[in-house]
C-alpha cells in the first residue's frame, strides 16, 4: 500500500531533499505551503507523485483538512521560537486532530537533550517543544545526525584553509558527530516509512575529532595543518553571550553567536550523540568528513582558500 507523506518545509534546503528522498520510494507526498505561495508549486508541479496543499499555521481547520489522510507528517520548517515552537505547534495540533500517527518534528541535529540551560537557544527551543511532542497522543520520532558535514565548508568556520588551522575548544580530542544533509535526508524518508521507529533515531555519517579533521586535511592537501586552541567552551560561550546581546535581529535563524553556541555543545561533549545505530536501516557508504573536505579541495583552492 503506497504512504502518504506530508512534509512541511519542503521548499527549503533540507525539506527538498528529503522530498527528494522520499520519491525514491512508493509513496505519494503532500507538500505544504502557506496560502499564497507559488514556490512549492513552481518546484513540484513536474511530479505527478506530489500534490501541493495550502494552509496557514493560524487557521487550525485548513491545517486538520491539509495533513488529513496522511500516514506521516514530517516538519523540516526552519527558524526561531515563531517557527520551531508555535508553528510546530500548530502542526502538531493539526497532526492529532486528523488523526494522523505518526509526527517527525524538525529538529536534525546534535543531541540537544542535555546541553545546560542557557547554552544554545536552537537547541533549547527544539528541547521546549520537544516537551509538547511527548505529551502528543503521536508517535514521533526525533532523526538526530550532528553538524551538517556541509557546513564544514561553508558557515562553520573549524578549518581555516588559508592559514592552515583546524580551531578546537578546550579538547581537540572530543568526538564530533557529523552528517552531510543529504545522508539526513536519506535518514529521514527511510524512517518516515518506518512505522517501527523509535522515538529517537541517532546516526552519524562520521565522528571525528579536531585532530582527526587536521590530520585529514593535512593529508589531503599535503601541507601540515595544525591545531590552534581557540579557548575554551567557557569562553566561547561568554563570547557568544556578549554576541547575542549586541545583536541587531534577535529572531535570526543562524547568526554569528549561534554558531559559537553550536560549537560550545559540541566541544563541551553535552551534544555528542550516544546511540548512534548506522545500521538500522541496512548497509550505506556515508559521505564522511574526508569526503566533503576532498570534493572543497577539488574545487577550490584548497590550501589558500578562505
Do not use: C
Not at 69 to 80: I, L, N, Q, R
Not at 126 to 139: K, T
Amino acid at each position: 500500500m503506497t504512504s502518504t507523506v506530508l512534509v512541511a518545509g519542503a521548499t527549503g534546503d533540507l525539506g527538498g531533499r528529503i522530498v527528494r528522498e522520499l520519491l525514491r520510494h512508493d509513496v505519494r507526498v503532500r507538500v505544504l505551503t502557506r496560502p499564497g505561495s507559488a514556490t512549492a508549486a513552481d518546484r513540484f508541479r513536474d511530479d505527478p507523485r506530489v500534490d501541493v496543499v495550502a494552509a496557514g499555521y493560524d487557521d487550525r481547520a485548513a491545517l486538520t483538512e491539509a495533513v488529513a489522510g496522511s500516514d506521516v507528517v514530517v516538519s523540516a520548517v526552519s527558524g526561531t521560537r515563531p517557527v520551531i515552537v508555535d508553528a510546530q505547534r500548530a502542526l502538531l495540533a493539526a497532526t492529532v486532530a486528523a488523526g494522523v500517527p505518526r509526527f517527525l518534528p524538525s529538529d536534525y541535529s546534535a543531541d540537544y537533550r542535555r546541553i545546560a540551560p542557557g547554552t544554545n537557544r536552537n537547541f533549547e527551543l527544539r528541547r521546549e517543544f520537544a516537551a509538547e511532542v511527548d505529551a502528543a497522543p503521536v508517535q514521533a520520532t526525533s532523526v538526530l545526525t550532528g553538524m551538517f558535514t556541509d557546513l564544514l565548508t561553508d558557515q562553520a568556520p573549524m578549518v581555516l584553509f588559508g592559514r592552515r588551522r583546524v580551531l578546537f575548544w578546550s579538547d581537540a580530542d572530543q568526538v564530533l558527530d557529523f552528517t552531510t544533509k543529504d545522508d539526513v535526508a536519506r535518514v529521514t524518508a527511510l524512517v518516515a516509512l518506518d512505522d517501527d521507529a523509535p522515538r529517537v533515531v541517532e546516526m552519524a555519517g562520521d565522528q571525528v575529532s579536531a585532530r582527526g579533521v587536521a590530520r585529514t586535511v593535512s593529508e589531503l592537501t599535503g601541507t601540515p595543518f595544525r591545531l590552534q586552541w581557540a579557548g575554551t567552551t567557557g569562553t566561547l560561550s561568554a563570547m557568544s553571550a556578549v554576541g547575542r546581546r549586541l545583536s541587531r535581529n534577535p529572531d535570526e535563524t543562524f547568526p554569528a553567536w549561534q554558531g559559537m553556541q553550536y560549537f560550545v555543545s559540541m566541544f563541551s561533549g553535552q551534544a555528542q550523540l550516544r546511540h548512534v545505530d548506522n545500521g538500522r536501516y541496512g548497509a550505506h557508504t556515508w559521505t564522511t568528513v574526508r569526503d566533503v573536505l576532498q570534493a572543497h579541495l577539488a574545487t577550490t583552492d584548497g590550501a589558500t582558500a578562505a
